[in-house]
């Protein structure tokens, strides 16, 4: 049973960057597919982007383009997501969340336990 | 990649039947039979309800079941419970490697 479990809450200043590490055990790491998930304050859920391990390069939903990064460290079966240029509508819970496009299941069945992510002056 | 449009709210009364619809296009629900369901209480983590449009995985009440036809899923909730009161969303893959969640719905039993 595959278990994500994710860095603490962080505030941050407008124009700042910030960094969710989700670290993963119990599952095949080079194998699952990591996708980031947010969900603001009384809204509702967003994908973000997701990456798998085995193929590298990362996709990203377009509104996200520029200014999100995700990447991986298999040595440590982590993954990292990088939103950069924080305005305060970046004020929300942030989900790793885990699907197995490999095996053909795309859904997510595994979440990590979120990390709140608050932007303020 | 523009949201799902799911009903902001539906509500029903215990033991009915209440069915919560999720329309895409054809480049994401349409075009694919990977639609997804989660179930999300106030502060906690969404659980998933149903996988590949129709699809319950073990542990989950068979009171939750999924269709699809087009553009729309749908999910519908039968014997309807107070502990299903919680907000649910859709999800479907949109290719390459892409997802697109609904707009989420409220359910409230009365």
């Known amino acids: 049973q595959v278990q994500l479990v994710q860095s603490g809450a962080e505030v941050k200043k407008p124009g700042s960057s910030v960094k969710v590490s989700c670290k993963a055990s119990?599952?095949?790491?080079?194998?699952?597919?990591i996708n980031w998930v947010r969900q603001a304050p009384g809204q509702g859920l967003e994908w973000m982007g997701g990456?798998?391990?085995?193929?590298?390069?990362?996709t990203y939903a377009q509104r996200f383009q520029g200014r999100l990064t995700i990447t991986t460290d298999e040595s440590t079966s982590t993954a990292y997501m990088e939103l950069r240029s924080l305005t305060s509508d970046d004020t929300a819970v942030y989900f790793c969340?885990?699907?197995?496009?490999?095996?053909?299941?795309?859904?997510?069945?595994?979440w990590g336990q979120g990390t709140l992510v608050t932007v303020s002056s | 990649q523009s949201a799902l449009t799911q009903p902001a709210s539906v509500s029903g009364s215990p033991g009915q039947s209440i069915t919560i619809s999720c329309t895409g296009t054809s480049s994401d629900v349409g075009n694919f039979n990977l639609v997804s369901w989660y179930q999300q209480y106030p502060g906690k983590t969404p659980k998933l309800l149903i996988y590949?449009?129709?699809k319950r995985p073990s542990g989950v009440s068979n009171r939750f079941s999924g269709s699809k036809s087009g553009n729309t899923a749908s999910l519908t909730i039968s014997g309807l419970q107070t502990e299903d009161e919680a907000d649910y969303y859709c999800?479907?893959?949109?290719?390459?490697?892409?997802?697109?969640f609904g707009t989420g719905t409220k359910v409230t039993v009365l």
């Open positions: 990456i798998l391990p085995v193929f590298g390069s990362p």
């Open positions: 999800c479907s893959h949109a290719g390459r490697r892409t997802y697109v």
């Open positions: 119990g599952g095949s790491f080079s194998d699952d597919s």
């Open positions: 590949d449009a129709t």
């Open positions: 969340v885990r699907d197995q496009p490999t095996k053909l299941k795309n859904y997510f069945d595994a």
